[in-house]
């Protein structure tokens, strides 16, 4: 292949093939063909290998014949026809017709020229006179200056020569036409020819009449150029003019000096000068494209056939727009092409071969001819007179090569050849080899590598000499594809795998090595490529596609998942940075720099979604042929396929009930600081805006990003949408804005903006606010003015009666109150005395119910108080003096035991009775007691220092107390006595008889309860009928540092600690420890933990509170640390993984709520975030903690590997640690970082922590050997 480009290459290629057409042409001028140029890339292609979009009357057009196109100053494309005006915004046409009924519509139908006017608006030339448009009410401004004027005549043509005037050419000559206030005034220029078209060319005034180009020139005519014959038309361009005569085009530049003429047997309508090639749009015979710079090229011309051809082969104008689009105007319709988006050409070989079927597999081509084989038959180009020869054949022609002078055909019944004879072609059959019972074999590829022939068959791999003479064959079935890396040819065959043939300069020792692909052996593979020079990428049926890297072995699968269009990979071709794949779905690009995929259907202008497998081929000038069932597409690699060009973006449409408010003269629309703003009513505030992105490349793939600020502030992007509605709006002002992207997502970096303002309801506005404050204020006045004054004579005829009646009530609620009063007196008098016999909740009860429910106690404390020798002092006092004495102290008794919320009993002689715990139960009831013994003690002490020397008799109190189980309630109907019963009252009584004057005799139980409290004398046994044998102590003290004074009566603020800690404290440490340790036991994740279950939480809790006693740390920092034992793992509840501040979250969120001050929960929190490895404790209770949980590590050898190997196993479970194997090395390095902080640990765990590493190191090692 030389190194020709592309560019020349499909020049030359369809040069010829055009020459050979027009040649039929002359022959017979009913034939259609035309012509089609890319600008830049190509010299001159068929339109049918192009995507051509078309617009006909079914797509909106107002009639068929296109006489002219014109894009006004937004981008909007008109069009003129015979019967009618249109407006393409590339989603719709709007037409324009005229009514002879409507003042506002267009003048004709007929169009003559389109012009810019003032603004935004467009002067439009009809046979009698102008019509202007405004864009914004959309009507027509009127001006039939040429109706029933003869002195004017047929109008052909008109340019713009200001703001308010126009300069018409007509069958009369040249008139000015003036436009001022609203009318029109003509002025006849001077010119009395038939002028047929009149155009300007740099500010300059050209036009032709008969045989004259003339130029107008300081209100003077002067001729340009004369020709020999008339002069049919002539187009402006920026570059110079075309002249068309009846069968010649001239084209002259800005001076008047010929470029080009040429003869041609049709009428040119228009032309278009574009990157210096002439398009020409003919009479009878489609378009012509010159190109001046290519001495060989004259007039080429394109058969109209197919989807993509032009609609008519009268071509009536040509036009491109702002977009890079190129639109035709035909008899039929419009057809418009993007040059940007023709990379994909197109091509069937029935235009030209007629039998084809243009299911095409193979292609090939050199210097002279480009090969093209298909099911049945081959079709050849000869590039020296650009014709065509078909070949035909009975079968698949699958794959084209030239070797050794010999142009080689693999079909599907063998190796064929192909041979010339004279001009003629014909295939004849090598007969290489019979290898399967007389039937060739279907041949797939050839591949061509150091001067030998690899054939790849249905049933086979054959290599061959240069000679043609087989060398050596493999049994392998479906070699389908070779490629080749690094002088190794790699090959696909079935069973898949990858195959490589190494050594084949050699005959004897070329060998195949083969790469298994376990995942997709069973599949098919069809195709195989290369990139980068070391991956291998295999295409199979319906399996996607592999790469294989052919240096470490990774592989990777692509699949519609990863972007692929379809899963069934056909060919593959490699080039610089991309890999293109055909599939059963269409064509795919893939970058290997990002790894993306770009995918391509009918849309992009490819023959069909379905190619045929094997059918590719790539020259040498950047184009790669693909082969499908309905023809080839030729793949430009060098040619993006993207408009660069942003488009146009408007808000077109605002509407309100069906009423544009941007086009109609509402007052809804107004004006402020040059800002459009729209004004809609709050009531059913529906309002739709539509919007243009004036592009028309693939209009309806345009992007749009809007936003509605005030409601919705994020840019929104939608594609195709140009409907944005919004409704039920708040009262108050929004902007909408909107930008647009073509399809390509080339964005126009400005934006439109239009203010839309929803009125407040009615009941909001102002007016309406201060009517109805007016309204209701004179209401309220009229109605407190007509009140009063029919209240006024009322009132004082009733002030009278209410005088008098209010005597008579005050009299009667006197009395009322009085009695209330005196019952009130009587109802607390008894419910005081009650109260005084009976405790508050159990005095309820009987008032509600009128009985009363024993209740039992577990934990209550009776206490017996009775004075020495009482009957003794009987003797000596009078019965009032003796019940003073009493009353005293019993008095000072009740106030003793209401303090401390013991429940009195009862008083029997000198006896005093009460009870702690009752009848609210409490846990401090035996030391409440004990305390209001020593303050009766301390009271009756006091008396008797005051009657020292008085001669009055001493009284001694002694006192007994005992704690147990009791019930408690009221018994009887009459006088109603709260009252206990149970051994513990015995006990009690026991314990009082027992103990000495001024003493506090105590039982074995209750001693129990406040040993931590006071200093106690143990007594001895006291026998106690049905119970044996019970212990009794003396409570001689408070224990110092728990009392406030010297004698150790009073309790300071460290005994009430102590007793808080020890009574509730410990009872929520329990409460919390049976709770956690159940929530554990229960919890599905926890209880499976081979390690980290709940007997790992009881074993460092007993770890921390053996260490802890050890250490000689406090009671309550003691339970402090085995309170974060309990929790220090309670995070795998939530996760596996950074279970310490999961656990210390639950903590700081639990302990509250079971009465822990902020500072306790606080040092818990700290201790179980310190156990996270690696271990970080700052203080002892930290050291501890950490030093429990890893206790473990050094214990004996059978709890160590038993917890051990629990620990591993759990890991595996969690999918951490992948087998035991692992599991010693990772020993080792802990046990080697980890230390014990405590000196307890220290000194009973470190040895055996050394002796458990180095057994595991001796284990690592392995047994020694001599």
């Given amino acids: 292949m030389p190194k020709n480009n592309y560019e020349s290459t499909i020049n030359e290629r369809f040069k010829l093939y055009l020459n050979g057409i027009f040649t039929s042409m002359t022959k017979n001028l009913c034939l259609i063909f035309i012509l089609f140029f890319i600008a830049l890339q190509l010299k001159a292609t068929n339109i049918d290998l192009l995507k051509c979009d078309q617009y006909t009357i079914d797509d909106g057009l107002p009639q068929s014949f296109i006489e002219d196109f014109f894009q006004d100053k937004k981008g909007f494309l008109w069009i003129s026809t015979q019967d009618g005006l249109s407006r393409f915004n590339g989603y719709e046409f709007e037409n324009f017709y005229s009514n002879p009924f409507d003042s506002t519509t267009i003048l004709g139908n007929y169009i003559l020229a389109m012009n810019n006017w003032k603004q935004d608006s467009i002067c439009f030339t009809t046979r009698i006179g102008i019509s202007i448009f405004d864009p914004v009410s959309k009507k027509f401004k009127n001006y039939p200056f040429a109706l029933n004027n003869d002195s004017i005549g047929t109008i052909f043509s008109s340019i713009i020569l200001n703001e308010d005037s126009i300069m018409i050419a007509s069958s009369k000559g040249l008139f000015e036409l003036k436009i001022k206030n609203g009318k029109s005034i003509v002025k006849n220029l001077g010119f009395k020819k038939r002028i047929n078209k009149i155009i300007h060319l740099d500010n300059r005034i050209i036009f032709t009449s008969d045989s004259v180009l003339y130029e107008r020139k300081n209100n003077k005519y002067a001729i340009v150029k004369k020709f020999k014959k008339n002069i049919q038309s002539i187009c402006a361009t920026k570059n110079g003019i075309g002249i068309s005569f009846e069968e010649n085009f001239v084209f002259l530049d800005k001076n008047f000096e010929e470029h080009g003429f040429f003869s041609f047997p049709i009428k040119i309508n228009d032309f278009l000068l574009d990157n210096g090639k002439y398009w020409l749009a003919s009479n009878d015979n489609g378009l012509i494209i010159y190109d001046p710079s290519n001495k060989k090229s004259t007039k080429k011309y394109i058969n109209k056939k197919g989807s993509h051809s032009l609609l008519s082969s009268n071509v009536r104008c040509v036009f491109k727009d702002n977009f890079g689009i190129i639109w035709v105007g035909t008899n039929h319709g419009i057809n418009k092409i993007d040059l940007s988006k023709q990379q994909f050409l197109q091509y069937k070989a029935s235009q030209h071969s007629p039998e084809s079927s243009d299911n095409s597999w193979s292609f090939w081509e050199n210097d002279s001819v480009f090969i093209s084989g298909y099911d ?66 279907i041949v797939f590829k050839f591949f061509k590598s150091k001067n030998k022939l690899l054939v790849g068959s249905l049933n086979s791999l054959s290599l061959y000499n240069e000679n043609l003479i087989l060398k050596r064959r493999w049994d392998l079935k479906n070699v389908r594809g070779f490629t080749e890396i690094n002088s190794t040819i790699y090959f696909i065959a079935h069973p898949t795998k990858i195959y490589s043939l190494i050594n084949i300069e050699n005959d004897n020792t070329a060998k195949i090595i083969s790469i298994p692909l376990k995942e997709v052996e069973h599949l098919l593979a069809l195709s195989i490529g290369k990139s980068k020079n070391k991956n291998i990428w295999l295409g199979f049926y319906g399996g996607g596609a592999i790469k294989y890297d052919i240096e470490n072995g990774k592989k990777e699968h692509f699949s519609t998942k990863n972007g692929l269009p379809n899963n069934t990979i056909y060919s593959i071709i490699s080039t610089k940075n991309e890999l293109w794949f055909s599939t059963n779905g269409g064509l795919s690009k893939y970058n290997i720099k990002n790894n993306e995929f770009e995918n391509y259907t009918t849309s992009d202008g490819i023959q069909s979604l379905e190619f045929n497998s094997g059918a590719s081929y790539a020259n040498n000038s950047g184009q790669i042929y693909f082969g499908g069932i309905n023809g080839y597409n030729i793949v430009n690699t060098t040619k993006d396929n993207i408009n660069l060009i942003p488009p146009n973006v408007y808000i077109s449409s605002v509407l309100y009930k069906g009423e544009n408010l941007l086009t109609s003269k509402s007052k809804k629309l107004s004006l402020i600081n040059n800002e459009r703003t729209v004004t809609i009513p709050h009531k059913r505030n529906r309002f739709e805006i539509i919007v243009d992105g004036i592009h028309y490349s693939s209009p309806k793939e345009n992007l749009f990003k809007t936003k509605l600020e005030g409601w919705q502030n994020d840019w929104i992007i939608s594609k195709g949408k140009r409907s944005f509605v919004f409704s039920n709006l708040n009262d108050g002002e929004y902007i909408f804005s909107v930008t647009s992207a073509n399809s390509d997502g080339i964005w126009n ?188 003690q301390k009271y009756m002490h006091q008396k008797r220092e005051i009657r020292e020397g008085t001669g009055k008799p001493q009284w001694h109190l002694r006192v007994g107390l005992h704690t147990g189980a009791l019930v408690a309630g009221v018994v009887g109907k009459k006088k109603f006595l709260y009252d206990v019963w149970g051994d513990t009252v015995n006990t009690a009584s026991r314990m009082e008889t027992s103990a000495e004057e001024g003493k506090i005799n105590i039982s074995g139980t209750t001693y129990e309860h406040i040993k931590d409290y006071f200093d106690c004398e143990y007594r001895g046994k006291l026998p106690v009928k049905n119970k044996g ?65 709940p007997h790992h939480t009881i074993d460092v809790m007993n770890a921390a509170e053996r260490i802890g006693r050890a250490e000689g740390i406090g009671k309550e920092e003691l339970m402090l640390v085995k309170l974060a034992a309990l929790f220090h793992d309670s995070g795998f509840l939530n996760k596996y993984e950074n279970n310490e501040a999961e656990g210390a979250k639950l903590a700081k969120r639990e302990l509250p709520r079971y009465g822990f001050t902020e500072e306790q929960v606080e040092l818990v929190v700290n201790m179980i975030l310190a156990t996270k490895i690696p271990q970080d404790p700052k203080n002892h209770l930290e050291e501890i903690l950490c030093d429990a949980d890893l206790d473990y590590l050094g214990r004996d050898k059978e709890e160590f590997e038993k917890i051990s190997s629990s620990l591993a196993q759990e890991l595996i479970d969690m999918k951490i640690l992948k087998s035991m194997e692992e599991w010693d090395p990772i020993q080792v390095k802990f046990l080697e970082s980890h230390h014990y902080y405590t000196k307890t640990c220290i000194d009973s765990r470190r040895p055996n922590k050394i002796e458990r590493l180095r057994e595991i190191k001796d284990r690592l090692e392995g047994p020694n050997q001599e």
Avoid at 414 to 436: A, C, E, M, R
Avoid at 774 to 794: E, G, P
Avoid at 812 to 833: A, C, Y
């Fill in 376 to 441: 049945n038959g081959l079709q050849i180009l000869k590039k020296v007179d650009n014709t065509h020869d078909w070949v035909p054949f009975s079968g698949l022609i699958l794959d084209i090569i030239e070797f050794n002078d010999n142009i080689l055909l693999a079909t599907s019944r063998g190796v064929y050849s192909l041979s010339k004879q004279d001009s003629t072609y014909s295939i004849d059959s090598l007969f290489l080899d019979v290898p399967h019972e007389n039937k060739q074999d």
């Fill in 1029 to 1093: 044998a019970i212990d009794m102590f003396y409570v001689t003290r408070i224990k110092k540092g728990l009392c406030a004074d010297d004698d150790g009566q009073v309790p300071n603020r460290k005994f009430f600690e102590l007793l808080n800690f020890k009574v509730y404290t410990q009872q929520s440490f329990q409460n919390v420890h049976d709770y956690f340790i159940d929530l554990l036991e229960q919890n599905e994740f926890i209880s499976k933990l081979k390690y980290h279950g």
């Fill in 749 to 936: 970096n400005s934006q439109k903006t239009i203010k839309i303002i929803i009125k407040p309801p009615f009941y909001l506005t102002w007016w309406f606010i201060l009517g109805i404050i007016i309204f209701i204020t004179s209401l309220i006045a009229f109605t407190i003015k007509s009140r009063i004054n029919r209240s006024k004579t009322q009132r004082e005829i009733l002030e009278k009666k209410v005088r008098d009646r209010t005597r008579e009530v005050e009299d009667q609620k006197r009395k009322l109150e009085d009695k209330n009063k005196e019952l009130e007196e009587e109802k607390n008098k008894e419910e005081e005395v009650l109260l005084n016999v009976l405790p508050r909740e159990t005095a309820k009860e009987l008032v509600s119910t009128g009985k009363s429910t024993p209740k039992s106690y577990n934990m209550a404390t009776v206490m017996f108080a009775d004075f020495k020798n009482f009957t003794k002092i009987t003797e000596n006092l009078g019965p009032k003096e003796l019940v003073a004495e009493l009353d005293d102290s019993f008095a000072r008794f009740d106030d003793i035991v209401g303090r401390l919320n013991i429940e009195k009993i009862k008083t029997s002689g000198d006896a005093y009775m009460c009870v702690g715990g009752i009848p609210i139960k409490n846990q401090t009831n035996p030391i409440d007691c004990v305390l209001a013994a020593f303050q009766f």
